[in-house]
């Protein structure tokens, strides 16, 4: 099974300024996804993280909001942009395998903005 | 739209009682469905996850779901709770096929259980 770890693990962040998590899996994983979980809800999907490309972003999330990078197949990075206290919430990375059926999660970032 | 209805937000058990979490999905393809447990300030861990082979699906912790095509049901129970089983607990159907390969989850509202010593 793949670990995944993320940094920060948590951030109070000041509104309007912007906080960039990382994601790092510890073995090659061929799809790479974010997760937003907003306090007491469930998982709402934002994008799928693609290796050197332009991510692919869920109805109602966009690029110039949540930018996301993917350099390799073991790292990827989102931020969240222009933070308000509406963007509160945990965010999670998630990777698996191309034709497998099993996904792993990171630990998850839990942002505050003030 | 693949999509998952959780039925009871908060569900309460005794301690040694049989934990029963009910999951239904919406699905126009054979779905793919899992069961994650959200521990306090926690990621997600996989508890188990159906692929079409048997109904019955065996996971960690001592927990099993049996996937019911009639019922687009897909139960979570467990015999007997323990304190540690806690948690929240997501039930989640993954809109496309192996073929396709992409994982995207679609998640539950989830199902906070609390065990009563």
């Known amino acids: 099974s793949a670990v995944i770890s993320q940094k920060p693990s948590r951030d109070i962040c000041q509104r309007g300024t912007s906080l960039t998590i990382q994601c790092q899996v510890d073995?090659?994983?061929?799809?790479m996804f974010w997760y937003r979980q907003q306090p007491g809800q469930s998982l709402t999907l934002i994008a799928t993280?693609?290796?050197?490309?332009?991510?692919?972003?869920e109805s109602g999330f966009v690029i110039d909001k949540f930018p996301i990078s993917r350099p390799n197949l073991t790292f990827s990075t989102l931020t969240v942009s222009n933070l308000s206290p509406e963007d509160s919430s945990i965010y999670l990375c998630?990777?698996?395998?191309?034709?497998?059926?099993?996904?792993?999660f990171g630990p998850g970032t839990r942002l505050t903005v003030l | 739209a693949q999509s998952v209805t959780q039925l009871g937000s908060h569900v309460s058990v005794s301690e040694g009682a049989l934990v029963l979490l009910r999951c239904n999905y919406s699905?126009?393809?054979?779905?793919?469905l899992f069961w994650y447990v959200q521990y306090p300030n926690q990621g997600l861990q996989l508890l188990l996850k159906?692929?079409?082979?048997?109904?019955l699906v065996k996971g960690i912790n001592g927990f099993e779901a049996e996937f019911k095509k009639s019922e687009t049901s897909f139960h979570l129970t467990k015999p007997s709770a323990h304190m540690s089983d806690a948690a929240e607990y997501f039930c989640?159907?993954?809109?496309?096929?192996?073929?396709?390969?992409?994982?995207?989850?679609?998640f539950g509202q989830g199902t906070r259980l609390t065990i009563n010593p």
């Open positions: 998630s990777g698996g395998e191309l034709g497998r059926n099993t996904q792993y």
């Open positions: 073995s090659q994983v061929t799809m």
């Open positions: 993280a693609n290796q050197g490309s332009e991510a692919t972003y």
């Open positions: 699905s126009s393809v054979p779905p793919y």
């Open positions: 159906y692929t079409s082979a048997a109904t």
């Open positions: 989640a159907v993954s809109p496309d096929s192996l073929i396709q390969g992409a994982q995207k989850l679609v």
